[in-house]
């Protein structure tokens, strides 16, 4: 059985193909967890990337997930789709260690919590970002933050002038 | 020393100044990919007496590649405070210009010199060997005329570069 016919087997999965070794797979956020539990031990051993996507048009946050089975040399992505406002994930560090690191990244760039993850949410890699959306959110407003945050720049003459003036 | 000698003794260290830069190279941004090239057998830097160099304190020169962000920043500066006058500041690359591609990055501060003095800046995304040697070649120039001064700027302008620092590190 190849392994294409074992993740068709899975039980409330929508499979698309687009290479013979890249495998798209959208799941349901209250299956994601069973699903992943599944795969590895189809032999998809590795998570390569666990990353999010802000999508504001459709309210939703696509959450994915890449695996990759060094035995059968696919790659497959797990898909999943959660709500915008009051985003919430379950941990997926049990099935893959490595996702512990990606999940910290993620809640604090996008906002989303995670359940089961004692670190998310604490500070990880923005280092005094007094913003008050996260930023890589569609919403937030990169060139506002930056005009009132680093401030355009004035040389120190012009400084001098101005306080002269005044 | 009466104020002709002085003027003499300034002009000859400036000469014997320019002749021996030694060059920290803080490489964060992605330009500094044509340094290799640079320092090594095919444009070899050290023909006008450029040596890369390991820490600080033995530093003449703080060459800052390309984009800046915050927390870089903080370690830049951290760096060019502990290095000895005279110091030079390059800034490498439109990045440390104006923020470059990175201009509206909510973590990639956009000009450099508003929170260290910059001596020299060589434009470009990114700039090939030959901009950097005839920077280098500017930059001695300028020490020779006595005209790259920044680390003098620092400490007269004190306050307005702590308070630009102090406004995006908190
Ligand atoms: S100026 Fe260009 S090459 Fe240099 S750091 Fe910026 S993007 Fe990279």
Redesign the interface.
Known sequence: MSVLDKIKGIEGVNVKVQRDNRIFVDVKEDKLISVLYVLKNIGFNQLSLLSAVDRINEEQFEVFYVLYSNREKVNCIVRTYIPRDNPKLVTAAIIYPPAHAYEREIAEMFGIKVEGNADAGKPFI??????DVP?LRKD?N??K??NA??????H?DE?ELEAKDE | MDKMTEEQYRAISNMLRKRSLWMLHYCTGCGAMELPPTMTSRYDMERFGIVPYVTPRQADILLVTGYVNVKTLKRIITVYEQMLDPKYVIGFGSCAINGGIYYDSYSVINRLDAYIPVDVYIAGCMPRPEAIITMFKHLMNLIDSGKADGYKRYKQNYEFYKNNQRKVLG
Request: hydrophobic share 40%; net charge positive; no cysteine.
């Open positions: 923005l280092e005094n970002f007094k913003g930023p937030f990169s060139m933050y930056v945050h680093f401030q355009p720049f004035r120190h400084v």
